[in-house]
Nanobody, 122 residues
Framework: QVQLVESGGGLVQAGGSLRLSCAASGSIFSINAMGWYRQAPGKQRELVARVTSGFSPNYSDSVKGRFTISRDNAKNTVHLQMNSLKPDDTAVYYC????????????????WGQGTQVTVSS
């Protein structure tokens, strides 16, 4: 099986910083893209940041300039450095990966982590 495990969430004051991490493990042949999405209560899940192999990262306008996504391809991990946090950033943050499995290399699949809570107090 393939698993994505997030870590690094927590409670922080406005203006503070957090660094989220996500590690993918299992029968992975290659990873096409990894990214972060978030969902606040009563709202739809939205893109935060995503990086596809061979392309520049994409960021939501609401986080651009404050958040930075980075990948360690050798370790199948992705990080999200979050600076200048605002109360509106409060949400459950989910790691996402589009990858090819070793047992079925003809297709790619999307996987989601369980999520990590980020709470920014005012």
């Amino acid at each position: 099986q393939v698993q994505l495990v997030e870590s690094g969430g927590g409670l922080v004051q406005a203006g503070g910083s957090l660094r989220l991490s996500c590690a993918a493990s299992g029968s992975i042949f290659s990873i096409n893209a990894m990214g972060w999405y978030r969902q606040a209560p009563g709202k739809q899940r939205e893109l935060v940041a995503r990086v596809t192999s061979g392309f520049s990262p994409n960021y939501s306008d609401s986080v651009k300039g404050r958040f930075t996504i980075s990948r360690d391809n050798a370790k199948n991990t992705v990080h999200l450095q979050m600076n200048s946090l605002k109360p509106d950033d409060t949400a459950v943050y989910y790691c996402n990966a589009n990858l090819v499995r070793t047992d079925y290399t003809g297709s790619s699949f999307n996987y989601w982590g369980q999520g990590t809570q980020v709470t920014v107090s005012s």
